[in-house]
């Protein structure tokens, strides 16, 4: 094992933060069960919010930020993992509460662990990482409320960004009617090479409308929430449910009750970060099954460590596509 790692390290000197590139000493790792040699790990939403220190992401210093990583096994002192064993990690408050996975090394509870399922390899598990988990988490939420593919479309919100991507991607595959809202016209192509039937501008739903509005959609996947996910809630058709697990335009949600009580619709919360366990080796096995790898691989752009900084402020401005792995390598 080698005795340095390279980290990202963000430092709180009196509430100046300091976010800068380090060499440190293997005895600086936190504790845990598992040592890992990380792979690969990405930039999500919030990742960006811990980056440019918004949002109170960070909740000790100095810490390694980073909610996801795929590595390798190094050291292990539990019986559930071995050395050379391949693991993701997403959640849990890694990042943000512990150490996370903008590091080449990274040490974590047993627990947070889940071994790569065959047929997703360390890069793929990143270029999906925990806004495409969350995308799966969003279409089993759905299929649990008994939405199947059919005539109506499955509205995507957000499309262009990661868990979006990866939604659209997932849902067609499946054989649902893809529509994809974004705020990105010029993405067009992009989204309906990854699946989407049908683009729809972002400014049909950011704009308070009626209560109850004409029966568009089978159900959704929103990344979005605010305005964005009241005016889906009122295009939702009877029976139907939006599976709501971001707030990339807002936390609050300006809708009223009659989805739910005169069509029966179902808003469906999702969390990847205290998801059990079961539930997310469940999503990820789905991931090696459903989704298409090479729709995988036109999403996904690969930077170095030193690029988070700049990746972080462009994710809060909506200005990554798809998603953004960082090898660390
Ligand atoms: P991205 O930035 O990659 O995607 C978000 C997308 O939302 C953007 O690409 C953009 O899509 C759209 N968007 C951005 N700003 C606005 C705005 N002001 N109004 C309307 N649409 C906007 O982020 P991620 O995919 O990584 O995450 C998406 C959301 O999901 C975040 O809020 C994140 O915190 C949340 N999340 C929640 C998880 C959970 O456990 N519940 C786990 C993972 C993510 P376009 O340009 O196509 O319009």
Redesign the pocket.
């Known amino acids: 094992m080698s005795q340095s790692f390279k980290a990202l390290v963000v430092e709180d000197a009196g509430g100046a933060h300091k976010t800068s590139v380090q060499e440190l000493g293997m005895d600086r790792l936190p504790a845990g069960e598992v040592t890992v040699r990380v792979a690969y790990s990405t930039v999500?939403?919030?990742d960006?919010l811990a980056v440019v220190h918004r949002g109170r992401i960070i909740r000790s210093y100095p810490m390694v930020p980073g909610i996801d990583f795929s590595g390798t096994v190094v050291d292990s002192q539990s019986p559930e993992f071995k050395p050379g064993e391949q693991v993701v990690l997403n959640?849990w408050g890694v990042g943000e509460r512990h150490w996370g996975g903008f590091a080449q090394m990274a040490r974590a509870k047993a627990e947070w662990l889940v071994k790569l399922p065959a047929g997703i390899g360390l890069k793929q598990a990143m270029a999906i990482g925990?806004?495409g988990y969350?995308a799966m988490l969003c279409v089993m939420a759905l299929e649990d409320y008994g939405i199947k593919p059919g005539d109506k479309e499955v509205i995507v919100?957000?499309?262009?960004?990661?868990?979006?991507s990866v939604a659209v991607a997932i849902l067609a595959r499946l054989g649902h009617a893809v529509a994809a809202?974004?705020?990105?016209p010029e993405?067009a192509d992009y989204l309906k090479s990854l699946g989407a039937r049908t683009i729809v501008a972002?400014g049909d739903f950011?704009k308070p409308g009626k209560p109850l509005d004409a029966e568009r959609w089978a159900g959704g996947i929103d990344?979005?929430?605010s305005q964005?996910l009241a005016t889906v809630l009122s295009q939702v058709r009877y029976g139907g449910a939006v599976a709501a697990?971001?707030?990339?335009?807002?936390t609050n949600l300006p809708a009223t009750v009659l989805p739910f009580i005169l069509r029966g619709v179902g808003l469906l919360g999702?969390?990847?970060?205290m998801c059990p366990r079961p539930r997310r080796q469940a999503a990820w096995a789905r991931l090696a099954k459903d989704l298409p790898f090479d729709k995988l691989d036109a999403m996904t752009t690969v930077h170095g460590l030193d690029q988070v900084p700049a990746l972080a402020d462009a994710?809060l401005k909506?200005q990554?596509r798809g998603r953004a792995v960082i090898d660390l390598g």
Do not use: H, M
């Open positions: 999500n939403y919030k960006g959640g925990t806004a969350t919100t957000g499309a262009a960004g990661g868990v979006g809202s974004t705020g990105r993405q972002r950011d990344s979005v929430g964005t697990c971001g707030l990339a335009g807002g999702v969390d990847s970060v994710i909506g990554v």
